[in-house]
């Protein structure tokens, strides 16, 4: 439970204008500031922000609120997510409500540094002779450099210890990389542990808050998995998270329709023609949870798998899993490619 005198501190120090001017133009117009409302389809600017009270109200769907109920509405976070945002980006640490959940939250937020130290790594290790591979690998499939430092898209060399080795300089312990997932302690008793990604094009998987947790990779030339996945840990649940999730969030406040596709290169294919609601599956079958998250974005998102008998399998597969799942206002709309096309 947050103390409600945080609640205040925190709505005291947070601009209100400055959040919502992320999301929306604001317009000076009298004591208030006006928009085109976010929430609703409108022509004549409805929406008014009051810095002074720090309050928003709208006129024509008469959703209102602090910061804390903007950002809520517009990123889909629940309220202690939204609370911790907010908190960050001020500088505010919250308090927690018992030694358990403290040592939770600081064990998570250690794990999350050392995956964003991975991930720039991985970003650098691309642009070097040695991530040449995955270069000429990603260039080949059309992407830009803008695209690549937009996704954070990386690369692992074939090295027993690369990424363990850089991590050790920065002073991250060898345990906490083990926990992180990114390196793999073997059973043996004596034996160190090493990389867990070799040889592999690296995709940044971010939470719902567009924080990286996790990896995926894809091996270079000929090997098995053809994708391998950071396996479960106290940052990353695969199947309660999609590929691109965070940025899905924002689209679908944009009315930009949900797009579920199998990959992360059709996901990338997707945003690159401009269907910004683009996700995937995380190396797992569309599950329950996934299948929750997406209806926190849409009545009814769109799934479109490859055209080949995989993909039907799948797009048959997701079908099953939710119509147990099904309610009234939600459902699944299936897109079928022909001819063995992807997305």
Request: charged share 25%; glycine share 10%; net charge neutral.
């Amino acid at each position: 439970m947050i103390p409600q005198s945080f609640i205040q501190d925190l709505l005291n120090r947070v601009d209100i204008v400055e959040v919502i001017e992320r999301y929306v133009q604001l317009r000076k117009g009298g004591a208030n500031l006006s928009a085109c409302c976010p929430f609703h389809s409108e022509k004549t600017p409805s929406f008014t922000v009051s810095d002074k009270k720090g309050f928003f109200y709208c006129f024509g769907c008469h959703e209102k609120g602090s910061a804390i109920d903007f950002v809520m509405k517009t990123e889909g976070l629940s309220f202690p997510e939204t609370v911790e945002k907010l908190a960050r980006e001020v500088g505010l640490p919250v308090p927690r409500a018992s030694p358990v959940e403290r040592e939770r939250a600081e064990r998570a937020s250690t794990l999350q540094q050392v995956i964003e130290a991975a991930a720039r790594w991985f970003q650098k290790q691309l642009r070097l002779p040695v991530g040449r591979p995955g270069l000429d690998y990603l260039r080949g499939r059309g992407l830009s450099d803008a695209t690549l430092d937009d996704f954070r898209l990386g690369f692992a060399p074939d090295s027993r210890d690369g990424l363990l080795s850089a991590l050790k300089r920065e002073g991250v312990p060898v345990d906490k990389i083990v926990e992180a997932g990114l390196a793999i302690q073997p059973e043996e008793r004596g034996r160190e542990p090493y990389d867990r990604f070799r040889g592999r094009v690296m995709f940044t998987i971010n939470d719902r808050r567009g924080r990286a947790i996790a990896f995926g990779g894809r091996v270079m030339g000929q090997g098995e998995p053809k994708y391998l996945n950071s396996p479960e840990t106290p940052l990353f649940h695969k199947g309660a998270n999609l590929y691109c999730l965070d940025r899905a969030r924002v689209a679908a406040t944009k009315d930009q329709p949900v797009i579920v596709a199998e990959g992360y290169m059709d996901v990338i294919a997707l945003h690159g023609a401009g269907f910004t609601g683009a996700v995937a599956p995380l190396g797992t079958a569309l599950t329950e949870g996934q299948l929750a998250e997406l209806w926190k974005l849409a009545d009814e998102p769109y799934l479109c798998f490859d055209g080949d008998n995989a993909g039907r399998r799948a797009a048959q597969r997701a079908a099953e899993r939710a119509l147990p799942l099904l309610r009234a206002g939600k459902s699944l709309r299936f897109l079928a490619l022909s001819g063995g096309e992807d997305p």
